[in-house]
């Protein structure tokens, strides 16, 4: 395990490094603002990297560091989650009064899932990760992400009438 | 992939990222490089002093002599002088806590180790207590907003400290709590101690009468210096920078016996500059 140590953290700083425009934008998408999705990517870096040593396996750095990242992202997200902005209020009281019949874009939809359903979707089809990766990403076994990413088209089905292959 | 998904996702990959994001990313790497070092060292430096006092035990009892001798020597005699009184580490839902103490001994002021030493316990209990009150309130919450608990990622407590100076005059050690949640925050409290005189020192003692003058001058210089290089940015005095340290500035006694003033992080400049510590010359 010594002897891996500094390959290992070598190799998280190639990942992170090649890899920070997507951890940047997958941050952003959860926290939706600049200076907030900045300090989350940072402060998963330090604590990857501060913890590096703990990992035995190089081939779990790269779901290792999303689950960091995906963690920071919605504890930032949980602890402002009292701190809504007047201009978010307004935004969202306009998209209340929308016609019911009319179909949301799916990319709004999304945004509309809870926050695991969410990061199922996001994961997969915008980050390209395997069902067994999500599970390790998120902490979870592999039964939860087949239901939670079944439950999720649906709900996106309900909103936009799109039809989204299971697993394209 | 569905034509709708791969707009969903051009419309994803079309956020823009700021200009910073690449400096962000390599003073979080520096960061965390930083950490990870200190971890390893303090590992280290704690395997080997317990290879000495295993090493020593075993002297002193094999030879009178060699006892005598050994507490002439006042780096032996200095390995006495701090230890960690309480390990501990909790992994459940809630929580993973990491807890190391450190207390006093041998210093020669009883008095002085009784009070030093129960200062540190209750504070750092304080400290864990509001900590886990913290996590148990998020947990219930997000269980509550219909959080899957299987999915709720536990709060991270690591408590651990340095020690950074020990010699036949000076003990200086600095005790820090990190929480992790939004986002890591350290409070570090530090504890320096004249051995001679069994008080805790104080700037004053080491710079005299203007040592606010002192420390001030010596850290706007290091910050005009430091700010040369473009990956540091320091805010300027009227955004809320450097305003002059505060009677409390925190301090320790690096391994020369120099005081370094420690400001907290966003203190000086924004988060990812972290926190900041200034080595101050004194006059001998």
Request: proline letters at 4%; aromatic letters at 8%; one cysteine or more.
């Given at each position: 395990m010594r002897q891996n140590a500094p390959d290992n953290r070598q190799l998280l700083v190639e990942h992170i490094v090649n890899g920070q425009t997507e951890f940047y934008r997958l941050a952003m998408s959860y926290v939706?603002?600049?200076?907030?999705?900045?300090?989350?990517?940072?402060?998963a870096i330090v604590k990857a990297l501060s913890k590096v040593d703990t990992?035995?396996?190089?081939?779990?750095?790269?779901?290792?560091?999303?689950?960091?990242?995906?963690?920071?992202?919605?504890?930032?997200?949980?602890?402002?989650?009292?701190?809504?902005?007047?201009e978010e209020v307004m935004a969202d009281r306009a998209e209340e009064g929308r016609?019911?019949?009319?179909?949301?874009?799916?990319?709004?939809?999304?945004?509309?899932?809870?926050?695991?359903?969410?990061?199922?979707i996001k994961l997969r089809y915008f980050e390209d990760l395997k069902l067994e990766e999500i599970a390790q990403a998120t902490g979870t076994n592999l039964n939860t992400v087949k239901s939670r990413l079944y439950k999720a088209i649906r709900r996106l089905k309900d909103m936009t009438g799109e039809e989204i292959d299971y697993a394209p | 992939?569905?034509?709708?998904?791969?707009?969903?996702?051009?419309?994803?990959?079309?956020?823009?990222?700021?200009?910073?994001?690449?400096?962000?990313?390599?003073?979080?790497?520096?960061?965390?490089?930083?950490?990870?070092k200190r971890r390893r060292t303090v590992r280290r430096s704690l395997a080997t002093a317990l290879a000495s006092c295993a090493c020593f035990v075993l002297l002193v009892n094999g030879s009178p002599s060699f006892a005598q001798a050994v507490y002439d020597v006042p780096v032996l005699g200095g390995l006495a002088r701090i230890f960690t009184v309480t390990e501990y580490a909790v992994n459940d839902r809630e929580h993973i806590i990491d807890v190391r103490l450190p207390a006093l001994e041998n210093t020669g002021h009883t008095e002085l180790e009784q009070k030093v030493?129960?200062?540190?316990?209750?504070?750092?209990?304080?400290?864990?207590?509001?900590?886990e009150t913290r996590a148990r309130e998020?947990?219930?919450?997000?269980?509550?907003?219909?959080?899957?608990?299987?999915?709720?990622?536990?709060?991270?407590?690591?408590?651990?400290?340095?020690?950074?100076?020990?010699?036949?005059?000076?003990?200086?050690?600095?005790?820090?709590?990190t929480e992790v949640r939004a986002s890591a925050y350290t409070e570090f409290y530090?504890?320096?101690?004249?051995?001679?005189?069994?008080?805790?020192?104080?700037?004053?003692?080491?710079?005299?009468?203007?040592?606010?003058?002192?420390?001030?001058?010596?850290?706007?210089?290091?910050?005009?210096?430091?700010?040369?290089?473009p990956e540091?940015?320091?805010?300027?005095?009227?955004?809320?920078?450097?305003?002059?340290?505060?009677?409390?500035?925190?301090?320790?006694?690096?391994?020369?016996?120099?005081?370094?003033v420690v400001f907290e992080k966003y203190e000086l400049g924004p988060g990812s500059m972290g926190s900041q510590e200034f080595v101050i010359q004194t006059e001998q």
């Open positions: 939706k603002n600049r200076d907030a999705a900045l300090d989350v990517v940072q402060e990992v035995r396996e190089p081939a779990y750095l790269k779901t290792w560091f999303y689950r960091i990242l995906i963690n920071e992202a919605m504890n930032h997200f949980r602890r402002n989650r009292n701190l809504v902005s007047l016609d019911p019949g009319e179909r949301l874009d799916l990319y709004d939809a999304i945004e509309r899932l809870s926050l695991p359903e969410q990061t199922v | 992939m569905h034509p709708e998904m791969e707009r969903a996702k051009a419309r994803y990959q079309a956020q823009e990222t700021p200009e910073e994001l690449s400096l962000a990313v390599r003073a979080a790497i520096r960061e965390g490089d930083r950490l990870r030493n129960q200062e540190i316990s209750t504070r750092i209990q304080s400290v864990i207590d509001a900590a998020a947990r219930e919450a997000y269980v509550a907003t219909g959080g899957d608990p299987e999915t709720y990622m536990p709060v991270i407590i690591d408590v651990d400290y340095e020690v950074k100076c020990q010699n036949d005059q000076y003990l200086s050690f600095v005790v820090t709590e530090t504890y320096n101690i004249d051995l001679e005189t069994g008080k805790e020192i104080t700037l004053r003692d080491l710079l005299g009468p203007n040592w606010m003058e002192t420390v001030n001058a010596q850290v706007a210089e290091q910050i005009a210096q430091r700010a040369q290089d540091n940015t320091y805010w300027t005095t009227e955004q809320g920078g450097f305003q002059g340290i505060r009677e409390d500035q925190p301090f320790y006694l690096n391994g020369e016996g120099l005081p370094v």
